[in-house]
């Protein structure tokens, strides 16, 4: 008999979301977004790295290795995933799905072999300080990671060879987008014991040795930590840590629970195995570069100035700036007073919640836009709101984000304004969206039979119009109050963004006149709105109750549960943070800072949340957790 399988084999058939097929493009967008960050990250620490001297140190040298592994890996996987998601190219050779396969494991082994390098850097750096450079030569480092790259290759090298003896039958389905050694080996038809026992042996020399290891690692460099006498220089050695120790824990968790969920899930849907297998490969790549970007000051340092030269360095004075003697002179964003040194600790929330904001209401809009279903009332008022809120809080969140990583920011009076106008406007747009959704609401519960007669698609289209015009009417007067003013004294905004009564308080005249207007504007809008809300909800709630049987109430108050949550979420934090503004004078500045933001970004981030969860035809297009025929 002979090693190889002489038989000619059937093309493997790639997977993507089952039950969602119609459904790839769109969830291609969340894909592509992800690749885009892990490669534009990595490439870009790349480039800093090879082109800046003083970065040419043992630990930046590691670093770079990563970069180009995790560079690798997702370019290994990405033409598969886009072929399937974007052409439905299901059909993969054998041969071709061996060397793919191949990629994948020697540079996911490459990544954890830089990782417990890395460890062994920082061990040697803090036990071992005086004698760094001599024991990490650029030689020793070559030979270290020539080592590393030896070992994958050697390790993994005899795994397409085991798999090409085996027989397959009918059954050639893989269950991802790409080429796995214990996916391929479970479609085989004959004896495949050895496969997968070679791969358990693997996993424990490799990734398991490297663990402990790594684990040995730490516990020596925080033996010698508690050895040092002074706390400062203690808290100074941990924490030039804590970047590797991230990149560990995004690389380990995720690998242990797809070992765990494939080991002992078998009960767990398959769009749980297929959706880890994902973040097993693309969460180190994407978050990796982010992590050493927040963290490391050299590398955040080179990336931005390169980025944004234009954009005024750290070097900015708030005291030096204090004065001008233009009328409308460049303003100064400062942060969050008193939490400085804390700043890029607290953009790593604020990073994530602007990430998830931007794709879960990308996605939401591109489901509601592609699926003719979708095309009713409820979900256009939800397209809108989804639009709405992706514009909201990149109005903001960006500046806000730059402030974080490079300290006070100079704006000119015209951008200050400009930012001003859409904050106002979007923000208004949004309340009056909400007001759209709940008399749809209430036109299908309480009039069904007139709802697609009242609601046609010439009226949602000339609300939608309505709502941008009252935004623009109502924020342009106001706009008009700032430029009457003189400011003679302060240009320092104690604030990320700008806002009407942030650069107002800053004239030298009487802002009464901002003041009063800024008020009635709130009242009459915003507050208005929520007036109105009120009430489509109380003549809902008495058509309800009105109702024969429990069930149809019930089902009646259920197409309800999604709008009055985000209405929740949105007036719950508006409110909070207004009546904080006016009446909290002993609530610290930071905090009243922070709460402004909070309640510009949470309702972007959580809406699509709220409604992936509570909507059935927005989780099924979206999330596949329900996959269900069309």
């Not at 967008?29 to 892990?38: E, K, N, S, T």
């Not at 639009?387 to 402030?403: A, G, R």
């Not at 069930?551 to 709008?563: I, N, P, S, V």
Request: net charge positive.
């Amino acid at each position: 008999m002979d090693f190889f399988n002489t038989s000619a084999y059937q093309p493997f058939l790639l997977t993507g979301f089952p039950g969602l097929e119609s459904s790839h493009k769109v969830i291609s967008i969340l894909f592509c977004a992800l690749y885009l960050i892990a490669l534009t990250g990595n490439s870009a620490i790349l480039v800093v790295i090879q082109g800046e001297p003083s970065l040419h140190t043992p630990m930046y040298f590691f670093l770079s290795i990563l970069a180009a592994s995790d560079l690798c890996l997702c370019v290994s996987t990405l033409p598969t995933l886009l072929g399937l998601f974007w052409f439905n190219v299901r059909e993969i050779h054998l041969d071709a799905c061996l060397v793919q396969m191949f990629f994948i494991h020697v540079l996911s082994l490459m990544e954890s072999g830089i990782l417990l390098a890395m460890a062994f850097d920082r061990y040697v750096a803090i036990s071992n300080p005086l004698r760094y450079s001599a024991i990490l030569t650029n030689a020793t480092i070559a030979k270290i990671v020539g080592g590393l790259w030896l070992r994958a290759v050697a390790v993994i090298l005899p795994g397409p060879f085991l798999i090409k003896r085996l027989r397959f039958c009918e059954a050639t389905v893989l269950s991802h987008s790409y080429c796995l050694h214990p996916d391929i080996i479970k479609l085989s038809c004959s004896d495949h014991r050895i496969n997968s026992i070679y791969g358990l042996i693997v996993i424990l020399i490799t990734f398991g040795m490297d663990s402990v290891l790594i684990l040995l690692s730490y516990l020596k460099i925080f033996i010698t930590v508690l050895g040092i006498a002074s706390r400062v220089e203690q808290f100074k050695a941990l924490n030039t840590c804590v970047s590797h120790i991230c990149a560990v824990l995004l690389v380990y968790v995720p690998m242990l629970g797809v070992s765990i969920i494939h080991r002992f899930g078998k009960h767990v849907p398959s769009v749980v195995h297929i959706i880890m297998g994902y973040v097993y490969l693309l969460v180190p790549p994407v978050l990796n570069p982010v992590v050493y970007c927040i963290k490391t000051q050299e590398i955040r340092a080179h990336i931005l100035g390169n980025l944004l030269k234009s954009y005024p360095s750290n070097g900015l004075s708030v005291t030096a700036l204090n004065h001008t003697t233009a009328q409308h002179p460049s303003f100064l964003l400062t942060g969050l007073p008193g939490l400085e040194d804390a700043q890029i600790w607290i953009s790593i929330p604020f990073s994530f919640m602007y990430l998830l904001a931007v794709t879960g209401n990308v996605l939401v809009t591109a489901v509601v836009a592609c699926d003719r279903q979708l095309h009713q009332p409820m979900y256009l008022f939800l397209a809108m709101l989804a639009l709405n809120d992706v514009l909201l809080c990149t109005v903001t969140v960006p500046q806000m984000l730059l402030i974080f990583w490079k300290g006070p920011a100079l704006t000119p009076f015209a951008a200050c304004l400009t930012q001003m106008f859409f904050v106002h406007a979007l923000f208004l747009s949004e309340s009056a969206v909400l007001l759209a959704m709940a008399f749809d609401r209430y036109v299908a519960i309480c009039t069904p039979l007139h709802y697609a007669t009242l609601l046609s698609g010439s009226l949602i289209s000339k609300v939608g119009l309505s709502l941008v015009a009252r935004s623009i009417i109502v924020v342009t007067p106001g706009v008009l109050l700032i430029l009457r003013l003189h400011f003679c004294r302060s240009n320092v905004i104690h604030h990320t963004y700008c806002e009407n009564m942030g650069i107002a308080k800053l004239a030298c005249n009487s802002i009464a006149l901002n003041s009063i207007y800024g008020l009635s504007a709130a009242l009459l809008t915003t507050g208005l709105d929520f007036v109105l809300i009120f009430l489509s909800y109380w003549l809902i709630l008495r058509t309800v109750l009105q109702l024969p049987s429990k069930e149809a109430r019930t089902k009646a108050f259920g197409t309800c549960g999604a709008h009055i949550c985000v209405l929740l979420i949105f007036y719950t934090l508006a409110f909070f943070s207004f009546f904080t503004h006016r009446f909290g004078h002993r609530v610290p500045r930071h905090t009243l800072i922070l709460l402004a933001n909070l309640y510009l970004l949470v309702p972007p981030t959580l809406n699509p949340i709220v409604y992936g969860i509570k909507t059935k035809e927005i989780r099924v297009r979206v999330l596949g957790l329900h996959c269900q025929p069309r």
